[in-house]
């Protein structure tokens, strides 16, 4: 089956293989990346030794699997050439529903479907203003992130919950050969965002829409479904990422996943999707991800302020991209 509508004049065979090559090499981001945390990684390990420990990387691993949920969904909305501003709210309210599963006696299965059923919920209203109604995303989700906040404080009259039940508590305690569950899972999801991305007609709607919106709709694509499905599987890992955070800190509130929104856009952006869309990385997004987590995780451990720590996190997503478009603006005037 041939990629271009049918409507669309065939590119010759070079043409086809100048495209690809194009599209290959222009996600240099993670390359970039990769050796500056390795390098990093070096350093810190021969600053702390407490750095290599496996209690130290079980540590690293837990929260780097709730923001990768997010990533990952994060990921596919940018790449039709959206935004989520909404994705740290839609976790609040997640938890929160846990939370108020958790003071009705609800059984451990039940609290956690509440956490997919209501993110996937948000997430759905998000495709329907943007896919159906046509709305900015920006604006859209900047106002459902007001919208999601206001309903999570509501629901839980601004309160934390805590008191939940062990069998929703195991997600942090449970391991296998030494490895978190949570981090587990995180990689199911690596494995499923590959297929849906690569081997899916879903996966190609999604680069035509953020390629050109416009010409994806006139070649006859499902826009509006398709975004439609983007926005509720970013939901549905939002709610995901509520039922393992709230496992690994034993409380909820409306307001814990607000961090996780913008570590989840400078994670995508590091690993090298334009964020006008059109492209999509899932080894690029767990690259940025996983960057920041061990960065921080490092400089934690060496007794760098908070304050500095923001700043040097921050630089190395300016220099990863500054240098990325550099070697993608040589490259293409080498063409």
Known sequence: MSFYPPTLVQPSPPERARAASLRFSGNTEPFIVMPLVLLFCIYAGYRNADFWSGLNWQLLL????????VSIGMMFVIATGGIDLSAGSIVGVAAVMMGIGTHHG????????????????????????IGWLRLSPILATLGTMILFSGLGLALS?????????????????????????????????????????????????????GSNHEAARYSGYPVRLSLFAVYSFQGLL???AAVLLTARLASA???????????????????????????????????????????????????????????????????????????????????
Request: proline share 4%; aromatic share 10%.
């Open 157 to 209: 009259s601004g309160a934390s919950f805590a008191g939940f039940p062990d069998g929703l508590l195991w997600w942090n305690d449970a391991t296998l050969l030494g490895i978190p569950v949570e981090f587990l899972v995180f990689v199911v999801v690596i494995a499923l965002a590959v297929v849906l991305l690569h081997a899916t007609l879903w996966g190609r709607y999604v680069i035509a829409i």
């Open 106 to 129: 609800w059984p451990v299965w039940a609290m956690e479907f509440a956490a997919l059923a209501t993110g996937a919920a948000c997430g759905a209203f998000n495709g329907i203003l």
């Open 238 to 240: 939002c709610g995901g």
């Open 253 to 335: 509130r409306a307001d814990m996943g607000q961090g996780l929104m913008l570590m989840a856009i400078a994670a995508v952006v590091l690993g090298g999707a334009p964020i006008a869309g059109g492209s999509a990385s899932v080894l690029g997004t767990v690259t940025g991800v996983s960057a920041f987590y061990i960065v921080q995780n490092g400089l934690l451990l060496l007794g760098v302020p908070a304050f500095v720590q923001y700043a040097l996190t921050s630089a190395l997503l300016l220099v990863a991209v500054g240098l990325g478009n550099l070697l993608r603006g040589r490259g293409e005037e080498e063409r």
């Open 62 to 69: 837990q929260p780097l699997a709730e923001a990768g949920l």
